[in-house]
């Protein structure tokens, strides 16, 4: 058997060198993007969190049971939403979740038993404020933010014993009014603006 000796001069080896290192420098970045793609997660799709107001019956608070009062008119409470804040903090398991509405308000857990409003879990929000304004944008009420309609809505954090929980609600009354909406800034204040009768 015979080998054939290719002898290249200086200036075609450095040529045949360069060519190589390309191939190889080519190959590295190729297979560089292909395990990159495949070590990234797959982005889940966000969640939406929008209601839509205007889907929702406005009919106004029941002539019987308990009567919740928004600034003192009675409505009726048409959709709630809860989240935990903080990043690492849960929901209540759903067993429990409506007892600690009762931390909220005193009786709102009898309210939402008896108007069956529509019920949203968020995911973990990481501020107050984030979550008031989030709860505005996503549950736009029609008019000058409600203002003029039957539609109210209130946002803000509570304690539920020792856990901070995050609630919206939208409420409906009876006939238009200038209640709007309202931004929970203290828990204390949950009380002045959400009152449950029997």
Request: some cysteine; hydrophobic content about 45%.
């Amino acid at each position: 058997m015979e080998f054939v000796v290719i002898q290249l001069d200086e200036a075609s080896l450095i040529v045949v060198v360069a060519a190589v290192i390309g191939l190889l420098v080519l190959a590295l970045l190729v297979l560089w993007i292909v395990r990159s793609r495949q070590r990234k997660p797959a982005r889940t799709p966000e969640a939406d969190l929008s209601i839509d107001v205007a889907s929702l019956s406005s009919e106004g608070p029941p002539s019987e049971g308990p009567v919740l009062e928004f600034l003192g008119m009675p409505v009726r409470l048409v959709a709630l939403v809860l989240a935990p804040a903080g990043r690492y903090s849960r929901l209540p398991p759903e067993a429990q979740r409506f007892g600690v509405l009762d931390d909220l308000t005193p009786g709102l857990s009898s309210i939402v038993s008896s108007h069956q409003p529509l019920f949203r879990p968020w995911p973990n929000q990481l501020s107050t404020q984030g979550f008031i304004h989030a709860f505005f944008h996503h549950v736009h009420l029609p008019g000058d933010q409600g203002k003029g309609t039957p539609w109210c809505s209130a946002a803000g954090r509570f304690d539920a014993g020792d856990q901070q929980l995050l609630a919206g609600i939208l409420c409906a009354a009876e006939r238009p009014n200038s209640l709007g909406q309202v931004a929970i800034s203290n828990v204390g204040q949950w009380w002045e603006v959400v009152r449950v009768k029997s």
